[in-house]
């Protein structure tokens, strides 16, 4: 191959891979074509993208780039991933066409880079592991929302529980003033009972004084 048309397979490949950060590397080579045709099928469905390449070259086109790191100490043909929902979807994706040993017993993971560090096949198995954006977000909002649940429950429960001692209390309210009324026609007519007691009193005293005094008189008539 000359020098010229490698000089263009390695433009290739950088513009391809222009923009992209993080990429998991993988072995392809032994697959199968109808196989090999189902594998690219499905990635493009989770909105992955597939590129076969010599190493070489790769190195070349990643040199000066985050990429650059995943090809250390590679060599031979490498099939570079990239794209999905986010770097922990990929690395899912990549782990599942692993562990098919029915139809892509041929696919093994290779390593791959993430935040500029090299991974290690093994490292990428449990980065699959890790929950992906959606369900970290899914995670969030039912932790959130559980700590509202339980703050408007505390913030609840002292409202209802006074809200259940006011319903408790009588309803009749005009009770107690209509009781009242006739205590207060009571203490109004006790003055008036006690001072015709006190009349009585009086002119029965005034009797006896008039008695005194025609006694007295009929003394005087009879001396």
């Known amino acids: ?31 199968e074509v109808n196989n090999s045709i189902l594998l690219r099928r499905e990635l ?20 000066g780039t985050p990429l650059a790191t995943a090809f250390e100490g590679m060599e031979g043909s490498l099939a570079i991933c ?15 066409f692993d562990k098919n040993t029915d139809q892509f017993e041929a696919f093994q ?17 449990e980065i699959s592991k890790w929950p992906t954006r959606e369900e970290q977000l899914s995670i969030l909002v039912g932790q959130i929302l559980g700590v509202g649940s339980r703050l408007s429950s505390q913030l609840l429960a002292p409202g209802g529980l006074l809200s259940s001692q006011f319903e408790n209390f009588p ?3 005009d009770g107690p003033a209509a ?20 009349a009585d009193a009086e002119e029965k005293t005034e009797e006896p004084a008039e008695e005194t005094a025609g ?3 009929e ?3 009879e001396d």
Do not use: H
């Open 44 to 63: 493009r469905e989770k909105d992955i993208q597939l590129l076969v390449v010599k190493n070489s070259m790769a190195r070349r086109a990643t040199e």
């Open 171 to 173: 309803e009749d309210k």
């Open 82 to 96: 990239w794209g999905g929902d986010d770097f922990i979807a990929l690395a899912k994706e990549i782990a599942r």
């Open 1 to 31: 191959m000359s020098k010229y048309l490698k000089q263009l397979i390695t433009d290739e490949i950088a513009s391809r891979l222009e923009g992209v950060d993080e990429c998991l590397l993988a072995n392809v080579i032994g697959l």
């Open 215 to 217: 006694d007295a008189e």
């Open 219 to 221: 003394n005087d008539t």
């Open 109 to 125: 993971t290779r390593g791959g880079v993430m935040d500029g560090e090299q991974l290690t096949p093994e490292a990428v198995s």
């Open 179 to 198: 009781s009242e009324e006739p205590a207060e026609e009571e203490k109004t007519e006790e003055p008036a009972e006690e001072a015709a007691a006190d």
